[in-house]
């Protein structure tokens, strides 16, 4: 004869407590979704600095995606027995959306080691392309200057991009500065200025995120009997631009290399 013991009241209070596991993990994976949504909006609608959602709200929303993991490998592992279908579900959701939100803040920490605390990069450090139109807009907006701080940038961005240089071309100035232009406007920047008889070209894009507005110039030069092309691209806010202005220097001499 098989006897069966009745589920002791601590018993019953475990397994409610592992069926609720999944739904409270799926709060969590929300509630990280939202701080990490929050940095960029507040950031655009003038409510708080940037680094507000850099240094606070991000690491937020990574605490909450992890615990919102750690609570779902619980549910799933520890609690599939009494879990239903719909719990184990719920569960699964809560685990993707909690690793994925908590692995942004962990991508741009992984960053910041790894790229120089720089936002002005060039392909020539001795001379660097100036900017003229674009000024008023950045003193408007209070943005970093743009003096040129000479070899405590170019140091490390020798260091850090070795590979950014100026492009020559094998056309006349005319003809450079014509396909310079045109591969800025396929790059879907924002042309802001263009002169022809200095050979200068400026322009702005903003991140799709956060909404950081950095500023380029191009400039084309005679050199021998083709011309030389130089470009700058500097943030308008932050010390430390995670590579994107030399990765927005390096697209664009591709892009114009391949276009002559």
Not at 87 to 115: D, E, L, S
Not at 166 to 189: D, S
Request: proline content about 5%; aromatic content about 10%.
């Amino acid at each position: 004869m098989t006897t069966t013991t009745a589920p002791t009241e601590t018993t019953r209070t475990g397994y409610r407590l592992l069926r609720r596991l999944p739904l409270l993990a799926l709060i969590l994976a929300i509630v990280a979704v939202a701080l990490l949504a929050l940095g960029p909006l507040g950031w655009r609608a003038g409510w708080w600095h940037y680094s507000i959602g850099f240094f606070y709200l991000m690491p937020g929303s990574a605490y909450c995606g992890l615990a919102a993991v750690a609570l779902a490998i619980i549910a799933l592992v520890i609690g599939f027995r009494v879990n239903g279908a719909r719990h184990i579900a719920i569960g699964v959701i809560a685990f993707i959306i909690g690793a994925a939100i908590a692995y942004v803040p962990w991508h741009y920490n992984q960053m910041r080691g790894t790229t120089p605390p720089i936002h002005d990069i060039t392909t020539d450090w001795e001379n660097p392309p100036e900017f003229h139109a674009i000024l008023p807009l950045r003193e408007a907006t209070k943005a970093n200057p743009v003096a040129y701080e000479g070899a405590k940038v170019s140091d490390l961005q020798k260091k850090a991009y070795p590979d950014i240089a100026p492009l020559t071309l094998e056309a006349a100035p005319g003809e450079a500065f014509t396909r310079a232009l045109k591969a800025a406007e396929q790059m879907g920047w924002t042309i802001v200025a263009t002169d022809a008889a200095a050979g200068r070209i400026e322009a702005s894009q903003r991140s799709r995120w956060f909404g950081f507005t950095d500023d380029v110039v191009i400039r084309v030069a005679a050199a021998g009997s083709g011309s030389r092309v130089d470009v700058r691209s500097v943030s308008r806010v932050g010390r430390n631009d995670f590579g994107v202005n030399a990765a927005r220097v390096r697209t664009y001499l591709v892009a114009l290399r391949g276009a002559s």
